[in-house]
């Protein structure tokens, strides 16, 4: 009975067995249960509803409750809820949503990145369609990117439309999408990304020849190429060491010193005068001026200087010779960074061994790679 | 003369003039020919018969199905008497 389709009805009245006795003559009567002396519930075929609730009540009863029953009757009325809240909710939203945009399109794009230009029309515009301007929106993109020659936004239903039509520019204006390499060794320690694909993140050591950005990006699944472009700021180190011996020969002039003298024509000597010398150890200054200022004759006088040298025996310690070293070794670093842009820190390291001891000294610089504008 | 016509007129309006009662297992008593229900309640039903009455007592009873000619009692059946 319950999976058939069924009417459950809820009767009040007197001489119910005898009028159920006339009802039963006619169809057939199910689950009849006596609820109290004047109330009963029964259960008929939904086919004989109609001619039941018509003898019911010219029987003189009274229809307390009147129930559908059986599995199609309860889908169906689910179904009927389902459909009405669908219906109702659905036309809710549809009020509520008609004046507002809910999908962007753009066509056209090449170069441009479709989801740049939806992010800034949402970030500047409002998602109400009415109040909407779209030649205020066309004159923004066409101020904001470079890459446009021409664009026209349209409001369909609730979809922007914007077409775009890019500038065919050189392609060396994008640099035949070149990746942006390092050329240093070091580390990256802060990036803006403007364009493309960053390759490192911060705080990574990296060598010269890696790559840092690449000249794409992901739009969606599909690989579109750009400029690399990109602000990176990276900590760079210039190194220099110095190895200090305690006990050493040093070469130092003794005060004696001869002087050599010659005159030379097309670098050829016509004129020299020469001291014999006994200098065991020497070294030498040479100088060259010339004789006449004209070019005609070039004669030019070279003067060689010797100077006597003897061997010193030294001893210094390391602590003694420490600022002179640190100097020493500072100016290498120097050396070594070239045109240093910010020096953000430096320090030293002491490596002692038995007869001498290593002094290395390292200067962090901070440089700017990429595209930063001056 | 035997009436074919006839024969088969009494055959097919043939009403049932005895009564059958089947008890299973005192939890559903189907009866077919009976002639009126009685007494409905859930403790007793009591119903006639040809020649006579039929009471049902027990717990929780009532009609499961109930035609011209026959009908089915659910319910925790204890006794079932015929007068």
New interface residues.
């Given amino acids: 009975m319950f999976l058939k389709n069924g009417i459950q009805f809820k009767i009040k009245g007197l001489n119910q067995e005898k009028n159920l006795n006339i009802l039963a003559k006619k169809f057939p009567i199910y689950d009849i249960v006596r609820v109290s002396k004047n109330c009963a519930v029964f259960k008929v075929n939904i086919m004989h509803a109609k001619k039941i609730r018509k003898a019911l009540i010219d029987l003189n009863y009274e229809i307390i409750e009147e129930k559908k029953l059986g599995a199609i009757s309860m889908l169906l009325r689910v179904v009927n809820v389902y459909i009405i809240s669908a219906f109702v909710i659905s036309s809710i939203l549809i009020f509520a949503q008609s004046p507002y945009i809910w999908q962007y399109e753009i066509l056209g794009e090449e170069n441009l990145s479709k989801t740049e230009v939806v992010s800034f029309i949402k970030d500047n515009f409002t998602k109400n369609k009415y109040k909407l301007n779209t030649k205020s929106v066309e004159g923004a993109l066409y101020k904001e990117y470079e890459e446009i020659s021409f664009v026209s936004v349209i409001v369909r239903g609730q979809t922007l439309i914007v077409n775009i039509k890019e500038k065919l520019l050189p392609e060396e204006i994008y640099g035949e999408f070149e990746p942006i390499i390092s050329e240093y060794d070091g580390k990256v320690t802060g990036i803006n990304l403007i364009s493309g694909t960053m390759a490192v993140k911060t705080g990574d050591y990296i060598k010269a020849g890696d790559v840092l950005v690449y000249p794409y990006y992901d739009d969606a699944g599909t690989i579109k190429k750009v400029m690399a472009n990109a602000e990176i700021t990276m900590e760079i180190y210039h190194t220099s060491s110095i190895t200090h011996f305690e006990d050493r020969i040093e070469l130092v002039r003794t005060g004696r010193s001869s002087v050599n003298t010659e005159v030379l024509l097309f670098n050829l000597p016509i004129y020299s005068n020469i001291y014999e010398m006994d200098y065991k150890l020497y070294e030498t200054e040479t100088n060259e001026q010339n004789l006449i200022n004209n070019n005609i004759l070039p004669l030019k006088l070279k003067r060689t200087t010797y100077y006597e040298l003897e061997e010193v025996k030294i001893h210094e310690t390391f602590e003694e010779a420490k600022d002179r070293l640190l100097k020493e070794a500072r100016e290498k670093a120097l050396i070594n960074a070239g045109d240093c842009d910010i020096i953000v820190d430096e320090y030293y390291t002491v490596e002692p061994f038995e007869t001498y001891t290593v002094l290395n000294y390292c200067i962090v610089e901070e440089i700017k790679v990429g595209t930063y504008e001056d | 003369m035997f009436n074919f016509f006839g024969e088969v007129k009494k055959h097919t309006n043939l009403k049932v003039d005895e009564f059958h009662i089947i008890n299973i297992s005192n939890k559903l008593l189907y009866v077919e020919g009976h002639k ?7 403790e007793l039903v009591a119903f006639k018969v040809k020649n006579g009455r039929i009471e049902v007592e027990g717990r929780g009873l ?7 000619n026959t009908l089915k009692i659910s319910g925790d059946i204890k006794r079932v008497e015929c007068f």
């Fill in positions: 009126g229900l009685v007494i409905l309640s859930s009532y009609l499961k199905e109930l035609t011209e």
